[in-house]
Antibody
Framework: QVKIVESGGDVVQTGPPLTLSCTAS????????FHWVRQTPAKGLEWLAF????????YVAESMKGRFSISRDNSKSTVYLQMSGLRPEDTGVYHC?????????????WGQGTRVTVSS | EVAMTQSPGTLSVSPGETATLSCRAS??????LAWYQQRPGQAPRLLIY???TRATDIPARFSGSGSGTEFTLTITSLQSEDFAVYYC??????????FGQGTRLDI
């Protein structure tokens, strides 16, 4: 059974960088791409970034470019979301989700999320 | 960017009855549409992909239909565990992937 666990969420003030981690087990980690999706009361579910299984193809939401980046370490079965220039509107629950190899199953398994609170 | 609009925002249905949830895309997305269920305090769970294919272990009372811009999620014989928030999501034109704002299914 696939298990995805996010960590690194915190209460932070605007400005300092923050890195979230997503660790997955119960699968061949290096065979799958992963997404970051955040959930806020204002915008609901918002896709943030995707990284391919080999780390060679990365996509970041246009509105996050320059502030957010995604990376992975297959030896640690972990995907990261590096965030900088955090603003109060970045407050929310950040989920990691696995992309299936089956076409159309883009958010196949999800983690419970890690909460980020940004105060001014 | 493809905008996804769900209706209604909240749907009140009695156990044992049928719920019909709608999702509309701002442009044609073929059948590149998925549905997710989110219970309180839990992560979203994939229900349907490819507009009508049930994901692993999803009961047959959940069915999806539609293509182009109009999609429907139908849940028959509603059970207590089905009362949750449901989201649609398109994967036809990405990035970005986009989600609907959700429909809350209440008892």
């Amino acid at each position: 059974q696939v298990k995805i666990v996010e960590s690194g969420g915190d209460v932070v003030q605007t400005g300092p960088p923050l890195t979230l981690s997503c660790t997955a087990s119960g699968l061949v980690f290096s065979s799958f791409g992963f997404h970051w999706v955040r959930q806020t009361p204002a915008k609901g579910l918002e896709w943030l970034a995707f990284l391919s299984f080999d780390g060679k193809s990365a996509y970041v939401a246009e509105s996050m470019k320059g502030r957010f980046s995604i990376s992975r370490d297959n030896s640690k079965s972990t995907v990261y979301l590096q965030m900088s220039g955090l603003r109060p509107e970045d407050t929310g629950v950040y989920h990691c989700a696995k992309r299936s190899v089956v076409r159309g199953k883009d958010f196949d398994d999800w983690g419970q999320g890690t909460r980020v609170t940004v105060s001014s | 960017e493809v905008a996804m609009t769900q209706s209604p925002g909240t749907l009140s249905v009695s156990p044992g009855e049928t719920a019909t949830l709608s999702c509309r895309a701002s442009q044609s997305i073929g059948r590149s549409l998925a549905w997710y269920q989110q219970r309180p305090g839990q992560a979203p769970r994939l229900l349907i992909y490819g507009a009508s294919t049930r994901a692993t272990d999803i009961p047959a009372r959940f069915s999806g239909s539609g293509s182009g811009t109009e999609f429907t999620l139908t849940i028959t014989s509603l059970q207590s565990e089905d009362f949750a928030v449901y989201y649609c999501q398109q994967s036809y034109d990405w990035p970005p992937y986009t989600f609907g704002q959700g429909t809350r299914l209440d008892i």
